[in-house]
Each structure stands twice: as structure tokens, then as C-alpha cells.
């Protein structure tokens, strides 16, 4: 059976907070008012002026050749890793990614790689890892061709990859004739909480994109980056899968609005992270990991109730937070304001009490 996305149980209250992800963003009047505005022509055509701004802006802040408008984030991994490899290849990355976890087998159905799951502590791995998953070029061994990195680490904790981690694995990568791909789908959380420069974070990777939808707030849109070749050979695989749009730049108009407003206010959202972590950090029972960035994971299993049963109470309330990996995440973004974190916290104080 394929489960479609839970409709809110009839006669649970309105989400008055909204911890569940940084996906439920609305626009704002502001975006919509900038995307009314939006000089607009037939993208698959190459006619978008919008598009066209949005995807230069997103190229020279990436440091790369070129980039392409797609619908979602996941489309920017199922047409990189069709760009980047053919069937038969393994693609190596860690066991909670979302190529491996999210993507309703894409990856396998229509690239046809495999995905060699690499494990290691809060969604990250070493080079000591990676080099012990080199496998000899034989005739049995699939070929290895594509390094894939998370920046954040989504399951991993909203955990950021060391730049010097980073350094160290796409240079394993570039010695064995491996393509990079780094998934950046909350790329610039990561930018904003170590102040690197975002051509910087993904200056050793050939495809990079970044997700409008996540914290930045816009209603759908992601952009993908590599060189001049691999943007061209991205587009038969954007036109392949459906992920051609006309009047896109409406859209793009929203992204280009998220990149001028919403980028400096991640900062935000990373604070009142900190403060939810510590204010379950001191719950009794409440095992809670730190956040590098603006998702807080948390296990009740030693406060005496289970994740699910906290959730819906949490629901009944009006405050949804998401069950991720086995562990409750609350996600911050810019409809969370630090009171709602109080409250929160409240909330699950008086649930744990009961
Ligand atoms: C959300 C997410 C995606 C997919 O992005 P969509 O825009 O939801 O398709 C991919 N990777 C990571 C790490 C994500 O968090």
C-alpha cells in the first residue's frame, strides 16, 4: 500500500505553531506582491528574463559556470545523478541521505544506480570511511563514479560538514575519478551559522543546488548548479522528467525575493533552535542533541511516553512538530518566533509531567 501525506485528523485544532518543517512556510504578501510583478516568458523556451536572472544570480553565488530552474530539490538530485552517472553505477553516500531515504526509490528506478550507504555519527562520515568503501576495478565491482555529500545533513541533525571534512573527501573523490554532487538543500543555513561564503562550502563539488522552499520561504523552486557541460546535458533530463515550465518566472520572481530577504534571518531561526535544545535539555528524561543549525532532534523514550504519543499531544494543541529517523524534530524557520519556542517548551513540560 503507498501512504498518501496525512490529512489532519477531523477535529484537531489549527496548527498555531508550526514546528513540523521549514517546508510549511507561507509566502509572504511582500513575495506574492514581487511575484505579481514578475517579467515573465516561456522557460522551456528559454524565453524566462526572471528565470534567467534568478539562475546567473544563483551561478555566480555558487561560483559556477551555469544553472538550471527545477521544480523541487529532489529534481535537482534525480537530474544530477542521471547528468552524473549511468546505469549500473554506484553513487556513494551516507545511510540517512535523502537520495537514499526520500526520494520513492528514484534513484534506482530511473538512473538505475545503486547507493552504497556510508554510516558515521550525526549524518556525516570521514575520509577514513570513505576510503575503506573503495571498491577494485574489477569486472565484479560496479563502477564508482559519484560522491554525494548533505549540507545540512537533514536526518543527520541539520549537522554541518566541516569545510575541511569537505576538503578532505572530494579530493578522495578527484583521485579515484569520482564526479561530486553536494545536496544543498539548506545549504545557506549552513553558510550563515560558519560565515562561509557559499562558493566557498561547495567549491570542491562539479553540481550543487540549494531548495527555495526550506527556510527561505518560497512556495516551490530549487536551483541546480555545475559547469557549462553538465547544465547542458542537465537539461534533456529536466525536459525528460517533466520538470520543463513556461511562465516559471512567477517562481523565480519568489526566489529571487527569498535570496534579497531571507538569507541574513536564518541566523534567527538557528537561535531559537539553540533555545528549544536547551530548554528540552532541561526536561527531565528529555535526551535532546545539539543543534548546529535550525532542527532540533529529541527522544522522550526516558521521560516515560513515546515520540507518537507526544506528537499528537503536542497536535491537540495546535503545535506540530514532525517523527523523523525515530526521533521527534522540531524545525525553525521564519514563521516561529521565540515565543512560540516558549510556549512550546510549556507545552511539553506539562505533557511530560502528566
Ligand atoms: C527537502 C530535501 C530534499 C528535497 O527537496 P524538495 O524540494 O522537498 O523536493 C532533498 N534533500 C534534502 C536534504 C532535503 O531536506
Redesign the pocket.
Known amino acids: 500500500m503507498v501512504h498518501a501525506p496525512a490529512r489532519a485528523a477531523s477535529g484537531s485544532p489549527a496548527v498555531r505553531i508550526n514546528l513540523y518543517s521549514d517546508?510549511q512556510t507561507r509566502p509572504t504578501n511582500a513575495m506574492k506582491t514581487a511575484m505579481m510583478a514578475a517579467e515573465v516568458g516561456d522557460e522551456q523556451h528559454g524565453d524566462d528574463p526572471t528565470v534567467h536572472q534568478l539562475c546567473d544570480r544563483m551561478a555566480a553565488l555558487l561560483g559556477k559556470e551555469a544553472a538550471i530552474f527545477l521544480?523541487?530539490?529532489?529534481?535537482?538530485?534525480v537530474v544530477a545523478l542521471n547528468t552524473h552517472c549511468r546505469s549500473g553505477d554506484e553513487v556513494l553516500a551516507h545511510e540517512t541521505?535523502?537520495?537514499l531515504t526520500?526520494?520513492g526509490g528514484s534513484h534506482a528506478a530511473i538512473a538505475g544506480v545503486q547507493i552504497n550507504a556510508l554510516r558515521g555519527p550525526r549524518g556525516l562520515f570521514d575520509a577514513a570511511t570513505l576510503r575503506a568503501a573503495i571498491r577494485p576495478r574489477t569486472r565484479y565491482a560496479p563502477p564508482q563514479t559519484l560522491l554525494e555529500i548533505?549540507q545540512?545533513?537533514?536526518i543527520g541533525g541539520g549537522t554541518i560538514w566541516p569545510r575541511s571534512t569537505l576538503d578532505e573527501l572530494t579530493a578522495i573523490a578527484r583521485n579515484e575519478g569520482w564526479a561530486t554532487h553536494m545536496?544543498g538543500?539548506?545549504l545557506m543555513n549552513a553558510c550563515v551559522a560558519t560565515n562561509i561564503r557559499p562558493a566557498d562550502m561547495c567549491a570542491g563539488f562539479d553540481s550543487v543546488w540549494l531548495?527555495f522552499?526550506?527556510g527561505l520561504g518560497a512556495p516551490?523552486g530549487?536551483v541546480l548548479a555545475g559547469s557549462h557541460d553538465f547544465i547542458g546535458r542537465a537539461w534533456r533530463w529536466k525536459q525528460r522528467l517533466g520538470g520543463s515550465m513556461r511562465q516559471a518566472g512567477i517562481c523565480a520572481a519568489a526566489c529571487l525575493y527569498a535570496l534579497d530577504h531571507n538569507v541574513e534571518r536564518l541566523a534567527d531561526d538557528h537561535v531559537h533552535a539553540r533555545a528549544l535544545a536547551a530548554g528540552l535539555a532541561r526536561l527531565p528524561g528529555v535526551d535532546v542533541a545539539e543543534p548546529d543549525t535550525n532542527l532540533v532532534f529529541f527522544d522522550v523514550a526516558r521521560a516515560g511516553t513515546t515520540a507518537a504519543a507526544l506528537q499528537a499531544a503536542l497536535r491537540s494543541q495546535g503545535i506540530a512538530i514532525s517523527l523523523l529517523g525515530g526521533r521527534l524534530r522540531a524545525c525553525t524557520h521564519l514563521d516561529v518566533s521565540a515565543s512560540m519556542i516558549d510556549e512550546t517548551l510549556g507545552a511539553i513540560a506539562g505533557i511530560i509531567r502528566r
Open positions: 517546508t521544480p523541487s530539490g529532489t529534481m535537482c538530485n541521505a535523502h537520495i526520500s526520494e548533505e545540512t545533513a537533514n545536496d538543500a539548506r531548495d522552499t526550506k516551490l530549487a
